[in-house]
Structures are given as structure tokens and as C-alpha cells.
């Protein structure tokens, strides 16, 4: 079955480590997404890509990094920069360019600082 | 930079109708989705509409009104399972094409 598969689900890190969220896709989709949301909250976006090798920055970039080196894969890298990290984090993919290109979600990874 | 608003909370009986309503403000538009959000649980696509009108699914529908950066969905028979988040989300092309999501309306559906 076509997905796309987040992990770990849960991840606690110590403050002033980096760490890496896995974002794997098998539905063949050029444009991958990251997304943050707080408690109550709406998704806001931190990095997104349309092709491979390629990616933007969002509304809230800093303290975060991204790589793009395979269609499949979109890693997020949440580092010390990032003042306040403990969210919920969502990865997306969906189809690249204009027309209905609705977004298929990751089930997220939810990421505690202790 | 994109503008979206959404009631923040929202309360209907089960059976009823509700409308949740959206206002944005973008360049760029390329078109309009909702999505449903259980507590702790990734999205799920509900609708999308890109021209003026309304467009039906079931127990769903959703209009849009480009000319007024307005939109809605309209949920009828509500059932208790209904509770959740409602997401309006804008895809622009601003140097690149990207979804742009609102903070959400939570309904609550009681008995």
C-alpha cells in the first residue's frame, strides 16, 4: 500500500541535542512538506520541497534544517537553535505544481524536550 | 503573506447541520481544502474547491467565493463521530507552490 510513514511516533530529546525525523513516501510525490503544531493549534509550515535536491523555507524555518537528496525521503532536522521544540510534528507529500494537490499526512512524531 | 481565519470553537447537537466558515486573504490562489483532525491524529482531506460554488460529497459540502476570500463546510446529520478539528487550508503559488493552514476549528457534537 502507497504511504507515507513517519518515525519514531514519540521522541524525547535533552535540551542542546540535534535530532533528525525520518519522512518516507512511497506515492511517488515530488512535493514533500514539514509542519508544526502546538496544542491547540493549526499546522504551520517549516520547510517544504517540489523537487528533488530543492527546498524552501516556511513560516517558521529557524532552528530547523532540511535535506532533499531522494524523492522519497524529506528528513527534518529540529537543532539546539530551536528555542522551544516540544511539538507535534507532521510531514506531508502530495503532487507538485497547481490543481487539486491534496496533502497525504504522515501519522507525525511527537517530540518532547526533557 | 497569507491571511487565514476560522472560528476558533464550535458546538451542534447530534443531526444537525453546522457551517464552519473560513475567510482568507493570499496571492497566488490556487485553490482551497478542508481537512478533518481527530485529537492527536494527522489530517484527513475532506474537500477541495478551486472555482466559485459549491461541491458536494455525501454528508459534506463546501463552497468557495474567490471574489470574497470566503469560504465554508457545511457538515449535515452530525454524528457524535464528527467531533474534531476542521482545517481550512490555501495553496498559493508564491515563488513555488505551498499549502497554507489555518489554526483550526474545533466542533464539539453532543447528544
Known amino acids: 500500500d502507497g504511504g507515507i510513514t513517519q518515525s519514531p511516533k514519540y521522541l524525547f530529546r535533552k535540551e542542546g541535542q540535534n535530532v533528525t525525523l525520518s519522512c518516507e513516501q512511497n506515492?511517488?510525490?515530488?512535493?514533500m512538506y514539514w509542519y508544526r503544531q502546538d496544542p491547540g493549534q493549526g499546522l504551520r509550515l517549516i520547510y517544504y520541497s517540489q523537487i528533488v535536491n530543492d527546498f524552501q523555507k516556511g513560516d517558521i524555518a529557524e532552528g530547523y534544517s532540511v535535506s532533499r537528496e531522494k524523492k522519497e525521503s524529506f528528513p527534518l532536522t529540529v537543532t539546539s537553535a530551536q528555542k522551544n521544540p516540544t511539538a507535534f510534528y507532521l510531514c506531508?507529500?502530495?503532487?507538485?505544481?497547481?490543481?487539486?494537490?491534496?496533502?497525504?499526512f504522515g501519522q507525525g512524531t511527537r517530540l518532547t524536550v526533557v | 503573506g497569507q491571511n487565514i481565519d476560522q472560528p476558533t470553537e464550535m458546538t451542534a447537537t447530534e443531526g444537525a447541520i453546522v457551517q464552519i466558515n473560513c475567510t482568507y486573504q493570499t496571492s497566488g490562489f490556487n485553490g482551497l481544502f478542508w481537512y478533518q483532525q481527530h485529537a492527536g491524529e494527522a489530517p484527513t482531506f475532506l474537500s477541495y474547491n478551486v472555482l466559485d460554488g459549491l461541491e458536494e460529497k455525501g454528508r459534506f459540502s463546501s463552497f468557495l467565493s474567490r471574489s470574497k476570500g470566503y469560504s465554508y463546510l457545511l457538515l449535515k446529520e452530525l454524528q457524535m463521530k464528527d467531533s474534531a478539528s476542521y482545517l481550512c487550508a490555501v495553496r498559493a503559488h508564491t515563488g513555488g507552490f505551498k499549502t497554507i493552514f489555518g489554526a483550526g476549528t474545533r466542533l464539539f457534537v453532543k447528544a
Open positions: 506531508a507529500s502530495s503532487t507538485a505544481g497547481g490543481g487539486r494537490a491534496e496533502a497525504f
Open positions: 506515492l511517488n510525490h515530488d512535493a
